[in-house]
């Protein structure tokens, strides 16, 4: 009998999604199929940190990449904008119009004044930053910093010179045996940290969760701290306060390693414990508890802080404060010690030279940028012509929604928008431009929270009007006239030069398996403890407590029908991605969430129709309960991804004014009134 051969082919694969996982996966593809060519995806079990599951977000992948709303031929608007309504053109002819947009602008105008915008829709290095090249070329403007967890970064790197300082896969390290997870979802934001704080649970480690939610994990957590949102530098003040009381800090760790330390003392050596308790919205004992752990594990535990921690106003400088605890107990650069973060910071010598490569930033003259966060007043200034947005959604991620879409309704900005779906950010587009999905393209992937690199080997797409951000622009270049070298390499090409630029030691992991980690589990960053400062030691000028003091006034003194807004993700879905795929959940974003206490001083009724407005905007919504708030804490889920000609989203109500930092947006700081609406 002769065994069939199986026509089918397995390619590595990466999530590029923005967050936390980064699966590696194979994936199983028919080539000659007609359409649904990719079959399925099984994750690596092999991968400590994938290992062999993906995150409830995201599947099945196969039913987004051949869904029926899928974008498969360039369409042109019909209708006023800030409505979906296009009709299909040629490619030819969608070309022929941008490339004569283009020229017109150059002829009359600055280059300048076409802008490129894109964040990280997709994490691939080559379709985020590959069309560049373009945009250098030109001379265009482009976005530049962040919207998420830029913040803490720069709070991070001004105390060790980097933000980068721990392994995570130290969470399942013997040596650690108390485990801090502060304001980090890990159940339904990092299902696969959360998998390996399962493990050290097993094996006995203590863990300690500190958020404004009870959420799972605080549930199964040996110690809970539900405090107020924005408070954590009060707690860090009061728990530096009792640890110099306990006489409890590592003297010679401070004076061999840190410089200033002394500063974080003085500022923490009065306070009003009652105070700030009722302030920080737990009562004494907890926090006597929470000391005990951190002392009685000392030089044994372990901080993982969540990106949400940051989304103050003061986040940056809020992460800094919770960083002051580990340095003060000397929980850094020993085995089952340290902050995790951001990871992506380890790689970025490695990265730096392919990126360079990627964007030809060396061989094209120096590029304008604007902050991304301020892309709405960028655009109000109408100093603008026409803008490209790729790997992004601004107008259902940016804050201050309502001044961005006034700006994307300018008449005289010509919009082309590359996506897989019509979103809220279409509704704007002149041209809208069908875009390949990342299992179709050549790309690398360093993940922000492991790390390491892995890869997508692009499978075939049916559809052969769909094309990757490189490829656009790329056929734009040839459009316009431009015969730089640089502009005749196909994106494999630059995949491949890119893989050869690597140490040998990395191409050869990522060519057998897919994937390269930096550490194993016992790895420990910094062992030596010398870090990218000026003089090597841990930088701890102050001030360190001192906030704004009329920001905690706000806070904390407001009307009885006001609160303050979090908005973290939902569940189901990451920033305005997987609405294709999780419809049945899209009612919950027309939902605020206040706890039963606050409902019922409101005088209001669950399910009612509510009116939630500050000085940026105004939106009804419905009116939902929730024991897992503290009061006086609202929370509207972010993310909505829908295409309905008006439906409610939370950046309405969220001001454009960067973290204090200055580097990404402060999503959690906005205060709404709720009233009721009339009939």
Same mark, same amino acid.
């Given at each position: 009998?002769?065994?069939?051969?199986?026509?089918?082919?397995?390619?590595?694969?990466?999530?590029?999604?923005?967050?936390?996982?980064?699966?590696?996966?194979?994936?199983?593809?028919?080539?000659?199929?007609?359409?649904?060519?990719?079959?399925?995806?099984?994750?690596?079990?092999?991968?400590?940190?994938?290992?062999?599951?993906?995150?409830?977000?995201?599947?099945?992948?196969?039913?987004?990449?051949?869904?029926?709303?899928? %974008?498969?031929?360039?369409?042109?608007?019909?209708?006023?904008?800030?409505?979906?309504?296009?009709?299909?053109?040629?490619?030819?002819?969608?070309?022929?119009?941008?490339?004569?947009?283009?020229?017109?602008?150059?002829?009359?105008?600055?280059?300048?004044?076409?802008?490129?915008?894109?964040?990280?829709?997709?994490?691939?290095?080559?379709?985020?930053?590959?069309?560049? #090249?373009?945009?250098?070329?030109?001379?265009?403007?482009?976005?530049?910093?962040?919207?998420?967890?830029?913040?803490?970064?720069?709070?991070?790197?001004?105390?060790?010179?980097? =933000?980068?300082?721990?392994?995570?896969?130290?969470?399942?390290?013997?040596?650690?045996?108390?485990?801090?997870?502060?304001?980090?979802?890990?159940?339904?934001?990092?299902?696969?940290?959360?998998?390996?704080?399962?493990?050290?649970?097993?094996?006995?480690?203590?863990?300690?969760?500190?958020? @404004?939610?009870?959420?799972?994990?605080?549930?199964?957590?040996?110690?809970?701290?539900?405090?107020?949102?924005?408070?954590?530098?009060?707690?860090?003040?009061?728990?530096?306060?009792?640890?110099?009381?306990?006489?409890?800090?590592? +003297?010679?760790?401070?004076?061999?390693?840190?410089?200033? =330390?002394?500063?974080?003392?003085?500022?923490?050596?009065?306070?009003?414990?009652?105070?700030?308790?009722?302030?920080?919205?737990?009562?004494?004992?907890?926090?006597?508890?929470?000391?005990?752990?951190?002392?009685?594990?000392?030089?044994?535990?372990?901080?993982?802080?969540?990106?949400?921690?940051?989304?103050?106003?003061?986040?940056?400088?809020?992460?800094?404060?919770?960083?002051?605890?580990?340095?003060?107990?000397?929980?850094?650069?020993?085995?089952?010690?340290?902050?995790?973060?951001?990871?992506?910071?380890?790689?970025?010598?490695?990265?730096?030279?392919?990126?360079?490569?990627?964007?030809?930033?060396?061989?094209?003259?120096?590029?304008?940028?604007?902050?991304?966060?301020?892309?709405?007043?960028?655009?109000?200034?109408?100093?603008?012509?026409?803008?490209?947005?790729?790997?992004?959604?601004?107008?259902?991620?940016?804050?201050?929604?309502?001044?961005? #879409?006034?700006?994307?309704?300018?008449?005289?900005?010509?919009?082309?928008?590359?996506?897989?779906? %019509?979103?809220?950010?279409?509704? =704007?587009?002149?041209?809208?431009?069908?875009?390949?999905?990342?299992?179709?393209?050549?790309?690398?992937? @360093?993940?922000? =929270?492991?790390? @390491?690199?892995?890869?997508?080997?692009?499978?075939?797409?049916?559809?052969?009007?769909?094309?990757?951000?490189?490829?656009?622009?790329?056929?734009?270049?040839?459009?316009?006239?431009? +015969?730089?070298?640089?502009?005749?390499?196909? +994106?494999?090409?630059?995949?491949?030069?890119?893989? &050869?630029?690597?140490?040998?030691?990395?191409?050869?992991?990522?060519?057998?398996?897919?994937?390269? %980690?930096?550490?194993?589990?016992?790895?420990?960053?910094?062992?030596?403890?010398?870090?990218?400062?000026?003089?090597?030691?841990?930088?701890?000028?102050?001030?360190?407590? &001192?906030?704004?003091?009329?920001?905690?006034? #706000?806070?904390?003194?407001?009307?009885?029908?006001?609160?303050?807004?979090?908005?973290?993700?939902?569940?189901?879905?990451?920033?305005?991605?997987?609405?294709?795929?999780?419809? &049945?959940?899209?009612?919950?974003? @027309?939902?605020?969430?206040?706890?039963?206490?606050?409902?019922?001083?409101?005088?209001?009724?669950?399910?009612?129709?509510?009116?939630?407005?500050?000085?940026?905007?105004?939106?009804?919504?419905?009116?939902?309960?929730?024991?897992?708030?503290?009061?006086?804490?609202?929370?509207?889920?972010?993310?909505?991804?829908?295409?309905?000609?008006?439906?409610?989203?939370?950046?309405?109500?969220?001001?454009?004014?960067?973290? +204090?930092?200055?580097?990404?947006?402060?999503?959690?700081?906005?205060?709404?009134?709720?009233?009721?609406?009339?009939?």
């Amino acid at each position: 009998m002769i065994e069939k051969i199986s026509p089918n082919k397995i390619r590595f694969g990466t999530c590029t999604k923005d967050c936390y996982g980064s699966c590696v996966f194979k994936g199983i593809w028919d080539d000659e199929a007609l359409e649904y060519k990719l079959l399925s995806t099984r994750p690596l079990k092999e991968h400590p940190f994938t290992n062999g599951f993906f995150c409830p977000k995201y599947k099945q992948r196969e039913k987004l990449l051949y869904h029926q709303k899928r %974008l498969k031929n360039p369409i042109i608007r019909t209708g006023p904008k800030s409505e979906n309504k296009f009709e299909k053109i040629s490619v030819k002819k969608a070309f022929e119009i941008i490339v004569e947009k283009i020229l017109d602008i150059q002829k009359g105008n600055d280059p300048s004044s076409i802008l490129g915008a894109f964040y990280a829709g997709n994490c691939g290095l080559i379709s985020q930053y590959a069309p560049l #090249r373009f945009f250098r070329k030109i001379g265009a403007t482009i976005t530049t910093g962040g919207i998420c967890n830029e913040g803490g970064c720069a709070g991070l790197t001004e105390l060790f010179g980097t =933000y980068s300082t721990a392994n995570p896969f130290q969470l399942i390290n013997p040596s650690t045996r108390l485990i801090v997870i502060w304001g980090s979802n890990l159940s339904e934001s990092n299902n696969h940290a959360y998998y390996l704080v399962k493990q050290a649970l097993k094996k006995g480690t203590k863990i300690v969760v500190i958020d @404004s939610r009870c959420t799972l994990i605080a549930e199964k957590a040996d110690l809970f701290l539900h405090i107020f949102p924005s408070t954590e530098q009060l707690l860090v003040k009061m728990i530096v306060n009792e640890l110099m009381a306990c006489d409890a800090y590592d +003297e010679l760790f401070l004076k061999d390693y840190v410089d200033s =330390y002394s500063s974080i003392f003085t500022e923490a050596a009065k306070v009003e414990k009652k105070r700030l308790l009722s302030q920080i919205g737990i009562n004494y004992q907890t926090f006597q508890n929470f000391v005990d752990y951190l002392i009685k594990f000392k030089h044994q535990t372990l901080f993982n802080i969540g990106y949400g921690v940051q989304k103050d106003f003061y986040g940056g400088r809020i992460v800094k404060s919770i960083a002051l605890i580990q340095i003060i107990l000397g929980n850094i650069g020993k085995p089952g010690t340290g902050i995790i973060y951001s990871q992506s910071d380890f790689l970025k010598p490695v990265l730096r030279p392919i990126q360079t490569y990627i964007t030809q930033n060396e061989k094209n003259s120096k590029i304008k940028k604007i902050p991304i966060i301020k892309l709405g007043s960028a655009l109000s200034s109408e100093k603008y012509k026409m803008l490209f947005i790729y790997n992004f959604n601004p107008a259902s991620s940016l804050p201050n929604q309502n001044l961005l #879409r006034k700006a994307l309704l300018n008449k005289d900005l010509f919009i082309v928008v590359l996506d897989m779906f %019509l979103n809220e950010t279409t509704k =704007y587009a002149d041209i809208v431009i069908p875009a390949k999905f990342d299992l179709e393209s050549h790309d690398i992937v @360093s993940p922000f =929270y492991i790390p @390491s690199l892995s890869i997508n080997i692009g499978g075939p797409c049916p559809y052969q009007n769909c094309m990757s951000n490189y490829e656009f622009f790329q056929q734009l270049a040839w459009k316009i006239g431009y +015969e730089d070298l640089f502009f005749q390499e196909s +994106e494999e090409t630059i995949f491949d030069n890119c893989l &050869k630029m690597l140490p040998l030691k990395i191409q050869e992991y990522i060519d057998l398996q897919g994937y390269y %980690l930096l550490f194993d589990n016992n790895s420990v960053p910094f062992n030596n403890l010398e870090f990218p400062t000026s003089n090597y030691r841990i930088q701890a000028r102050g001030p360190h407590f &001192k906030f704004g003091k009329n920001e905690l006034k #706000r806070k904390f003194n407001k009307k009885k029908n006001e609160f303050l807004l979090i908005t973290p993700s939902h569940y189901y879905f990451l920033h305005s991605q997987f609405g294709q795929l999780n419809t &049945k959940y899209l009612e919950v974003f @027309s939902k605020i969430f206040l706890t039963s206490e606050d409902i019922k001083a409101l005088d209001l009724v669950i399910g009612s129709e509510v009116l939630v407005s500050n000085e940026y905007g105004n939106e009804v919504y419905i009116l939902a309960e929730s024991p897992n708030l503290k009061p006086g804490t609202a929370l509207i889920y972010s993310g909505l991804s829908s295409t309905l000609k008006k439906n409610p989203n939370v950046n309405n109500f969220i001001p454009d004014d960067p973290e +204090e930092l200055g580097y990404s947006g402060a999503y959690n700081s906005a205060i709404v009134k709720i009233t009721k609406v009339k009939s």
